[in-house]
């Protein structure tokens, strides 16, 4: 019950809003029984931002929850980081040029398509804290993303595949 008050502390946490910003406690395993006290359970809680700042406050608000659980005592809990994805830095010498590049392919290929260019975390975090440019970009047709019923529209691929080699 106690990591149970934890995640559901985690989701009143107030997001900072001056960066793209999310959050998700994926899984929750432990327990041997329906009927058993769990010895053990654990929660894999991942945070991506595009702002080291924002990330650096989540974190912060995860440590104070674990402390507040563990003064309250009965219960042992540890944190522990299996990854750490870096926000983007500076913006990099060459990234409009990029984005400009990718605009205009889109527009070659899908004449009078909208194209925005959106911050958000990816693996362009990687390069994009080294000051390298770097975009991801989608190429297909689908929607639901990351959910069990995320889908792809096939027919939309050879769209994609277009806008890609232009």
Not at 81 to 104: C, F, N, T, V, Y
Request: hydrophobic share 40%.
């Amino acid at each position: 019950h106690q990591l149970a008050r934890i995640i559901n502390d985690l989701y009143g946490i107030e997001v900072p809003t001056k960066a793209k910003t999310t959050y998700n406690v994926g899984m929750i395993q432990g327990g041997t029984s329906v009927n058993t006290i769990a010895q053990a359970c654990e929660i894999l809680y991942e945070v991506r931002s595009d702002s080291a700042a924002a990330l650096n406050t989540m974190e912060c608000a995860l440590n104070a929850l674990v402390r507040g659980a563990q003064q309250r005592g009965g219960v042992d809990f540890s944190c522990e980081e299996i990854g750490r994805r870096p926000a983007a830095g500076a913006r990099a010498e060459g990234q409009d040029a990029l984005e400009s590049h990718w605009k205009r392919a889109v527009q070659a290929v899908l004449p009078g398509q909208e194209v925005r260019c959106t911050s958000g975390s990816t693996d362009c975090n990687i390069p994009l804290s080294m000051a390298i440019p770097a975009m991801c970009v989608g190429a297909y047709r689908g929607g639901a993303a990351h959910t069990r019923k995320e889908w792809i529209d096939c027919a939309s691929l050879s769209t994609g595949y277009a806008l890609l080699l232009h």
